[in-house]
C-alpha cells in the first residue's frame, strides 16, 4: 500500500494523535512502521498508562513506548521509520522487554542497540532463513558500528532473532510474542497472518490479532519479546551459535547449532567423501566430530545431537572393517571410486593433495623474474595505499 500523506505532519504530531484520514479497513497497512509502533502514544511513563495516550485502530493499546522514545532521540533512524520509502524490517521490542534489561541499558552504546533491530530490507518471517546473519542498518556509515543479528530457528513455527550479546546472557528474543500486538480487520491489504484469537473481545474487530509479518507501508514489523543486544559478532561462534550456518556435523549436515533443521537433508549412509567442510565420512553408525565453524555432536541411527566447538573429528564404525581416522579438513577419499558397483567421485592425487599445477610454479616464476627486476617499485604506492584503512591505520 502508499502511505497515507495525512497520517501526520512530523513524527512528534504522529505520537500525539489518533492518526488520519485512512481507508477503511487499511489503517495499518497505510500507516507507516513508526506511524503503528508509535502512532497515539505519549513518552513512556514508569507510572503507568498516560492520559494522553490516544488509541489508533491498527494497533492494541501502547506497548512501544520505550522504543518509540529511543527512536525519537536518533533522527536518522527516525527519518527511515517515518519519512523514508526504503522497504526495512524492525523487531520491535515491547516496553516489558525494556524492563528486563534496565541496568544493562546504560552500558551499551544507544545507536548500536536501536539499530541492532531494523534490518536494510523488508523481510517476512519466511525470508528469514535458519542459522542466517543479517547486517542491520547503520546511519552512521561508519564500518565499526557494522553489525549483524541471527536468525535462530525453534520448531517449524517459532524463531527467534538474536544480537550478538543475547547469545552470551541468554535472553532469546522470540519473533511474534506477545503475538496480540496488532488487528487483523486494519491490514486487509495481505492475506496471510499467524492469528491469535480472543473470543473473549467484545468487539468483533479485537478478536483476531497478530504480531508477526505485520506489513507497514514501507516495511514489516515483527514484535519481539526481548531486547536484541550489541556485542562481538565472534560471540555467536562463542557462545556454541554457529556463525555462517555450519555446525559440528560434515559438510551438508542436518543441523544447525546443535539444532534439528527440517531445511538440510541427513546422510545416514554417506558417500564416502564430500568436497566440503570438515569433510567427514559416517555410514549410519557413530559419528563424531567437531566443526570447523560452531557446533560438536554425535549421530546414531539418524538421530542428532550437540552444540559448541571446532577442530577435529573421527569416524568409528562398528564390524569388521578397520576404523579409518580423520583429522582436520581434509577430504576423505574412497580409493576404489569410480569402479565398476561404485557411484563415487574417482579424485586423482594431485585432486586429493591439492598438488596439481605445483611442477609449473618454478617456471612460471622464472618468466616474470626479469620483468619485476625491471621495474620493481612499479605500483607500489598504490599497493599500499589500499592497504589503508579509512582512519590511516593498516589493514590486516
Known sequence: MQCDPDEGTDAANVRSTSGGTFNNGLEGNERTTYGNLCGGTAPFSQNGVRSDNKDIDSRVGHSFARFCDLIDRWTAVQNLMFRGQSPHTVFAPTDAAFSKVDGLLTRVNELRLLELHILPQAR???DLRCGQTYRTINTLQDRRNNQRSKTRCVNAGTSQQLGPGNTINGLRPTIGQPPNMFKTAEFTSQDEFVVNVNDNQNDANDKETFSQNVMACNGIIHVVDEILLPGNINDFSTAGVAYGGYSGLAYGGSYYNGEPHAHQSYYGAAPAYYNGINSAVYYGSVYYGKGSKG?????????????????????RRSGPRPRPYYYGNYYNRNLKAGEKGSDEKPMSDAEFFGTGGLADIEAKIESVKDEFAEKPDENRKRRLEAMLEPDGSIKV
Open 124 to 126: 517476512l518471517t519466511q
Open 295 to 315: 557446533g560438536k555432536g554425535y549421530s546414531r541411527g539418524g538421530r542428532v545431537r550437540g552444540k559448541g566447538g571446532k577442530g577435529y573429528g573421527y569416524n
